[in-house]
């Protein structure tokens, strides 16, 4: 199967971990945008071309997202919030869900604002036995 990492900047550092376990279980591994370079974003923040490289961003999970048979969401805590998903996270499981493509989360649906729309995209809850991507 061709999946696609997606979570927050904050978890890039889970990437490999992630990615050599699928692997290892026969699967094809797409990472997300910028992940072995996180900073880059920085460098656009404040500008009038930091709107021209987040649609860029979207245009290009959206691409990926095309392309593979599912996306694992890794949802950790972050600074206080569990389970956490932010905006990009969010928009990339919405066309991951548009596109009719498997969502799978490591972790539980965050209990956010969110939560409604998340628990309509249907996600299947791994944890840490990636067996039960199929």
């Given at each position: 199967?061709?999946?696609?990492?997606?979570?927050?900047?904050?978890?890039?550092?889970?990437?490999?971990?992630?990615?050599?376990?699928?692997?290892?279980?026969?699967?094809?591994?797409?990472?997300?945008?910028?992940?072995?370079?996180?900073?880059?974003?920085?460098?656009?923040?404040?500008?009038?071309?930091?709107?021209?490289?987040?649609?860029?961003?979207?245009?290009?999970?959206?691409?990926?997202?095309?392309?593979?048979?599912?996306?694992?969401?890794?949802?950790?805590?972050?600074?206080?919030?569990?389970?956490?998903?932010g905006g990009a996270t969010f928009l990339e499981i919405y066309?991951?869900?548009?596109?009719?493509?498997?969502?799978?989360?490591?972790?539980?649906?965050?209990?956010?604002?969110?939560?409604?729309?998340?628990?309509g995209f249907n996600p299947t809850?791994?944890?840490?036995?990636?067996?039960?991507?199929?």
């Amino acid at each position: 199967m061709k999946i696609l990492l997606i979570c927050s900047k904050a978890f890039y550092d889970k990437l490999s971990y992630y990615k050599q376990k699928l692997e290892n279980l026969g699967h094809e591994v797409f990472m997300p945008n910028c992940w072995d370079a996180p900073e880059t974003e920085a460098k656009y923040r404040g500008t009038p071309e930091h709107h021209l490289f987040k649609a860029k961003m979207y245009r290009q999970s959206e691409e990926t997202i095309k392309n593979v048979d599912a996306v694992l969401v890794l949802n950790f805590n972050k600074n206080g919030q569990e389970n956490y998903i932010g905006g990009a996270t969010f928009l990339e499981i919405y066309d991951a869900f548009r596109m009719n493509k498997k969502i799978y989360f490591v972790n539980d649906i965050p209990n956010n604002m969110l939560k409604d729309e998340l628990i309509g995209f249907n996600p299947t809850i791994v944890g840490e036995n990636l067996n039960n991507i199929v």
